[in-house]
């Protein structure tokens, strides 16, 4: 039996159709954006996953096409695409070329979102001491941060990161924090919105790119009332860029360190994304 090959993302993405920019919003059945259904039944074809009829109906026939294609091709990151007929921003780069996605650093924010990027990027590299012991001097400094005694116990210290993290740049542009004062990722995710925070689910964003913008706070359930979440800083490759605390270049909840990393899809953010921009 012949081995069977996934093709490369970055491959192929010639033709009339190639490096079109992403709508903004998931392509699927029911869809009425008539004219980018077009460009995918187009680029389908020319992939060799046709013959379709360009109709702007996304048809059984589109389906069919956009699994096989998902089945044989890998994401910019040498992932497999998930097989789900659905055109998000992952398949339609690995469809049009990296270059049709927008890039999330020009959006418009706030200065004190500026300013917690700026002070969670100066943190990178801090590392427990001793690794495995949440604590260490400047992890004491966040688990402080969020009225916590460090040496009281053992405390997970993502969302005290966080919280130190805007702390610190509120004072920096003279404003109060208007972030949930907790270490605890699931209490935050529940108390943001009373506290005049947006929520944004993983479909919401997916459905309307335009909502991802640097300083969102991802926000996971990690199973058993725990969780984990850090900051947005970008968008490249169809991941998220992101700051985290109490992580590892794998992207555990219970890390060692803060660290930049640049591996997680929006649809794997399973609870969604606090907004403090105003």
């Known amino acids: 039996m012949a081995t069977r090959h996934r093709t490369s993302s970055g491959r192929g993405n010639v033709g009339r159709n190639a490096g079109r920019a992403y709508p903004g919003h998931i392509i699927k059945v029911g869809i009425k954006d008539n004219a980018s259904v077009r460009a995918v039944q187009q680029r389908l074809n020319e992939v060799g996953c046709g013959p379709l009829l360009v109709s702007g109906d996304f048809n059984s026939s589109t389906r069919s096409a956009v699994r096989l294609f998902q089945a044989r091709t890998v994401d910019g990151q040498g992932q497999a695409l998930k097989v789900d007929s659905v055109v998000g921003p992952l398949t339609w780069t690995a469809l049009f070329g990296q270059q049709a996605l927008p890039a999330i650093t020009d959006q418009p924010i ?61 004072a920096r542009v003279g404003i109060a924090n208007p972030v949930v004062c907790t270490a605890g990722v699931l209490d935050h995710w529940k108390k943001a919105a009373k506290a005049g925070a947006r929520l944004i689910l993983p479909e919401e964003l ?13 926000t996971m359930s990690t199973g058993g009332g725990n969780g984990h979440m850090g900051l947005v800083e970008g968008f490249r490759d169809d991941r998220l ?26 649809s794997e953010i399973t609870k969604g994304f606090i907004s403090y921009d105003s």
């Open 241 to 266: 860029i992101t700051i985290e605390g109490n992580t590892n270049l794998s992207g555990g909840r219970e890390g060692i360190g803060v660290f930049r990393r640049t591996g997680r899809k929006v």
């Open 110 to 170: 706030s200065l004190l979102l500026k300013a917690c990027l700026n002070i969670a990027a100066s943190q990178v590299g801090v590392m427990e001491d001793p690794a495995g012991s949440n604590r260490g001097p400047q992890v004491d400094e966040y688990i402080r941060s969020v009225r916590l005694d460090p040496s009281a116990g053992s405390y997970p210290w993502c969302a005290a990161f966080v919280y130190w993290s805007f702390e610190r740049a509120a």
């Open 206 to 218: 997916l459905d309307d790119l335009s909502l991802l913008k640097p300083g969102l706070i991802f």
